[in-house]
Every structure is written in C-alpha cells, then in structure tokens.
C-alpha cells in the first residue's frame, strides 16, 4: 500500500445552504452516501457539515539575520491575540496562492521577497472544512509600499514585529504559540533545512 493521501469523491444526495452571503465563508449541509450504496440497500444517506472556504497562503518571511516577520493579531472566535504569519484568503478564483502570498507580504508588512520556496499546501480541518493552507518560507526581503491597501478590522490594530526563528520555534514546542500556521511553517522549515 502506498502511504498517500488519494483523491474520492463519494456522492451528494443532496445539498442545502444554511449559511451564505458575500463574504468569504458559507456553511452547507450534504446528504452524503458511501459508494456503492446504490439507495435501495441498507445504507441511509448521513448529513456533513461542510464550511466552504477558499484557503489561505501563509509566508513565513525571514530576514538576512535570521529574524522572522511576525503579526500579533486578535482572533475574535478564540479570543486570543495570537501571533502570527502575514497570511490572506485566496479569494480571487484561479488565483495562484503564491500571487496572494506575495500580495499578503506587501500588504500587511510592507515587504516583497526576491525568493519563495513553497513548504507544504495542507487541509486546515477537513472533516468540516475545504480550507486548505499554502504555506511558503520568503527570503531576500525589501521594502515597499502596501500602495493604496487600508487595513481594516483587526488588522488597523495588529502589531507587526521580529522574532530569531530559534526563539519563535521554542515557542511553539513549549506551547506559548499555538496558531496551526506559524507552527507547522517553523517546524517544516527546520525539517527542511531552510531555517
């Protein structure tokens, strides 16, 4: 057997909306049936949740000395002002989630990167959502000008700042930082060798 993940689709009886408006999310719920099930056996179709999310890309960006650009943000379901990855929605369909990473580096820090080397796409939660997350490591860092973006939210008060890559991996591994992104980036990062 080969250890990957495969792609399967297993058929939607049906399909409703419980939530959807203009914004990034909506939530469904699908009558979902295993396969081969052909509707006259035992098997009863089974209701999933599912969020609909486009994903995100997630730059772990990393100065000439070794220091990482990092936010702290106030996440409002979680209540916590966590630090962070500049990162953004992949909201433009067909977008590549390099463009948006490097579209997010400009926006929130101010900066372009003259190298990128992609870390891993993962699924955020796949058992309730399609979100997945396109993490990169940026090097050759430059300043420029976010152009005419306007921070809004909780982004008009997030803190932007550097931390030495060591310093925010020991944070992960004893717990003081707990976004999913920051920490699977540091930890692929260093399995990778690239920090």
């Known amino acids: 057997m080969t250890i990957a993940d495969r792609p399967e689709s297993w058929p939607v009886v049906s399909s409703e909306d419980i939530h959807r408006d203009g914004w990034v999310v909506a939530l469904r719920s699908d009558q979902v049936r295993r ?18 999310h486009p994903g995100a890309a997630i730059v772990l960006a990393v100065d000439a000395d070794g220091q990482v650009l990092c936010l702290q ?8 002002a966590f630090v962070e990855l500049p990162a ?11 463009e948006v990473a490097k579209r997010e ?10 190298e990128w080397v992609h870390l ?27 152009g005419d973006f306007e921070l809004h939210g909780e ?28 920490a699977l980036a540091l930890l692929l990062a260093r399995a990778k060798g690239l920090a």
């Open 73 to 80: 943000q106030y996440r409002h379901p979680a209540n916590i």
């Open 88 to 98: 953004g929605i992949c909201d433009v369909p067909g977008e590549d989630p390099l």
């Open 120 to 146: 891993a796409s993962v699924w955020a939660s796949p058992g309730i959502t399609a979100e997945r997350h396109h993490l990169y490591v940026a090097t050759g860092l430059t300043p420029v000008s976010r």
């Open 105 to 114: 580096l400009r926006e929130e820090v101010e900066l372009a990167a003259d």
């Open 35 to 52: 396969p081969g099930d052909d509707g006259t056996g035992e098997g009863e179709p089974f209701r999933r949740l599912v969020l609909e």
């Open 155 to 182: 982004e008009a008060e997030m803190q932007v700042f550097r931390a030495p890559f060591d310093d925010l991996y020991a944070a992960v591994l004893d717990g003081r930082i707990s976004d999913a992104p920051i």
